[in-house]
């Protein structure tokens, strides 16, 4: 069988690197949540509330804070990752040797 060959084609990309919003979600509510702990243990407080109570109540609000807060720094590292995108160009390149699957 000959073996046909086709010109390249070439296309113009950009080329970025972004942040996977999700980890940096994650990593907020988690430091929320270490905050949480210390202000509900570590400083000294009522002593007619619970530590536990204090820390369900905390761990709530500093969780959702820290996420807010990842989410944030995630939006601000992709606007900046869009100031720094970089144009390049790529080439298909077609197979050397065309398929012999029976199946496909």
């Known amino acids: 069988m ?8 070439r296309r113009e990309v950009t080329v970025r690197r972004a942040p996977k919003y999700v980890p940096f979600l994650i990593l907020g509510a988690v430091v929320g949540i270490v905050a949480a702990a210390v202000v509900a243990y570590a400083v ?6 619970d530590p536990g109570s204090v820390f369900g109540f905390f761990l709530i609000m500093f969780a959702a804070i820290g996420a807010i807060l990842g989410a944030g720094l995630a939006l601000v590292l992709d606007r900046r990752s869009v100031k720094r995108q970089q144009r390049a160009v790529v080439e298909a390149v077609p197979d050397s040797e065309p398929d012999t699957d029976p199946q496909g």
């Open 2 to 9: 000959a073996f046909e060959e086709t010109p390249a084609e």
């Open 44 to 49: 000294p407080g009522d002593a007619s509330f």
